[in-house]
T-cell receptor, first 114, second 114 residues
Framework: DTAVSQTPKYLVTQMGNDKSIKCEQNLGHDTMYWYKQDSKKFLKIMFSYNNKELIINETVPNRFSPKSPDKAHLNLHINSLELGDSAVYFC?????????????FGQGTRLTVV | QKEVEQNSGPLSVPEGAIASLNCTYSDRVSQSFFWYRQYSGKSPELIMSIYSNGDKEDGRFTAQLNKASQYVSLLIRDSQPSDSATYLCAVRGDGGSTLGRLYFGRGTQLTVWP
């Protein structure tokens, strides 16, 4: 019983295509995140949803659109994919307004744009 | 973007030695600090969390926190080759617009040689 699960694990696609990544957590957390890890391994937050409400929206191209149908799910849709979008995308979850709360990550989606 | 700095590494230690990983952070408001371990091609795995000044021990791992100096460290005693990984320091934002964000350092790559 995986705590935070993402699909797909690997995604290879051509420039200009539109793709989605899905994430689900069964930890009972109220907040979910998308992080991007570049080739230099730097993890940077992109978005966060708390109880289906967008609470963090970093400077990300508007080709990236998150959607949270409920607090256990967070999807990421990417339009018009570019070569520079190639990276590993991680979903994570935690509890938002609780001090001393830990974040747990999904297994990642390695996106390769060719 | 709040700054989290880690000693850049790579760090190489012999089996059985103590590995020392350091991290400094810029946000004085932060109250929650984490160490994640990331094996190549895998997702970040939480190994330690620390919220109060002082030391916290868990098996071979000891986290140390000094909020006055804005410094957090991780000691790995009796290092094993299986400890070879990238170690990510993470700091949780606790105020205003930073609330709920996890800021990561760029990681320190540790190699433990037999």
């Amino acid at each position: 019983d995986t705590a935070v699960s993402q699909t797909p694990k690997y995604l290879v696609t051509q420039m200009g295509n539109d793709k989605s990544i899905k994430c689900e957590q069964n930890l009972g957390h109220d907040t979910m995140y998308w992080y991007k890890q570049d080739s230099k391994k730097f993890l940077k937050i992109m978005f966060s949803y708390n109880n289906k409400e967008l609470i963090i929206n970093e400077t990300v191209p508007n080709r990236f659109s998150p959607k949270s149908p409920d607090k256990a799910h967070l999807n990421l849709h990417i339009n018009s994919l570019e070569l520079g979008d190639s990276a590993v995308y991680f979903c994570a979850s935690s509890r938002y307004r609780v001090r001393n709360t830990e974040a747990f990550f999904g297994q990642g989606t390695r996106l390769t744009v060719v | 973007q709040k700054e989290v700095e880690q000693n850049s590494g790579p760090l190489s230690v012999p089996e059985g030695a103590i590995a020392s990983l350091n991290c400094t952070y810029s946000d004085r408001v932060s109250q929650s600090f984490f160490w994640y371990r990331q094996y190549s091609g895998k997702s970040p795995e939480l190994i330690m969390s620390i919220y109060s000044n002082g030391d916290k021990e868990d098996g071979r791992f000891t986290a140390q926190l000094n909020k006055a100096s804005q410094y957090v460290s991780l000691l790995i005693r009796d290092s094993q080759p299986s400890d070879s990984a990238t170690y990510l320091c993470a700091v949780r934002g606790d105020g205003g617009s930073t609330l709920g964000r996890l800021y990561f350092g760029r990681g320190t790559q540790l190699t433990v040689w037999p």
